[in-house]
């Protein structure tokens, strides 16, 4: 398990256990739901089952179910949906973004192809329809709304905002429909499947979506201040990329003054693929008032978050939530 899972767990030795062997149980079905009678297919749709993962969606789904009947039939199926959902996405992330390596190992359409990973991406999206049609027409709907947005701030970070439009407003938006709707789907069927009152249901779709966005903030945060063995990734690559992360929104939006800050944005305006800028550019970046600002808006983002949760019963699984606002933080340092 994740340091993530392992963290928030820790509350409650009966509601880790119980979390623990539920999620191999949706591994299980993980596993048998991607087999096909073509082998290039099981393959592939295998090869980012088994690079891993921290399974953070299905655990929010076992998570959620605690505020009902955690054992109700639907609440295992619902796990695997949004998992596949997840990888699929990843399959045509890669695709577009022409990505090398994914989760450790040979991204899929490097491995084989751009269509073999399209393909593999929609094989896993029908593969979760198919466990959908047996939750009901409600959960059918609330998992095409979820991907409907996904799509929507996948179409939304391509184009960039529109002519005027503020553009922080705009990459938070993006944030909330590409990262943070299949995190708060997962709340929302874990509770709502696990029998869950309607108003409960409500607060933790609410408080999921937070978490959801906290999270890609975090991840914001870490690209720029982390070092490599921290993170396990190389330092500033959405800065090399010409990615607009909220730091760099941040600084755009006229955060600080003087030399530095005057050099950074010219240093924004630039190629970073060149090792030398690159560096300057993080080294400014990391010591940029942007950096405070944008740790205040992810600590806002938790603590809302957090103030959902503790409206609910409470409960270990509360807790365990409550845990996963703290650790969101935490982990930036």
Known sequence: MSSAVAFDLTVDDGLAADIRERLAAVEDLLRASVRSEVPL??????????AGGKRFRPMLVLLASHFGDPKAPGVIPAAVVVELTHLATLYHDDVMDEATVRRGEQSANSRWSNTVAILTGDYLFARASDLLADLGPEAVRIQARSFARLVRGQIQETVGPAEGADPLKHYLQVVADKTASLIATSGRLGAMLAGAPSDVVETITSACEKIGVAFQLSDDILDVASETEQSGKTPGTD???????????????????????????????????????????????????????????????????????????????????????????????
């Not at 099981?42 to 089952?49: D, Q």
């Open 41 to 50: 297919l099981t393959e592939a749709s295998r090869h980012l089952v088994e």
């Open 239 to 333: 800065l090399r990329e010409g990615i607009r992360t909220l730091p760099i929104h941040h600084v755009e939006s006229g955060i600080g003054s003087g030399p530095d800050d005057a050099r950074l944005r010219d240093l924004l305006t630039q190629d970073l693929t060149d090792d030398a800028l690159h560096s300057e550019a993080l080294s400014l970046l990391r010591a940029h008032p942007a950096m405070d600002r944008a740790r205040a808006d992810l600590r806002d983002w938790a603590e809302d978050a957090r103030a959902e949760l503790l409206t609910l019963p409470d409960i270990p699984a509360r807790a365990a939530l409550t845990g996963l606002c703290d650790y969101v933080v935490s982990r930036t340092g």
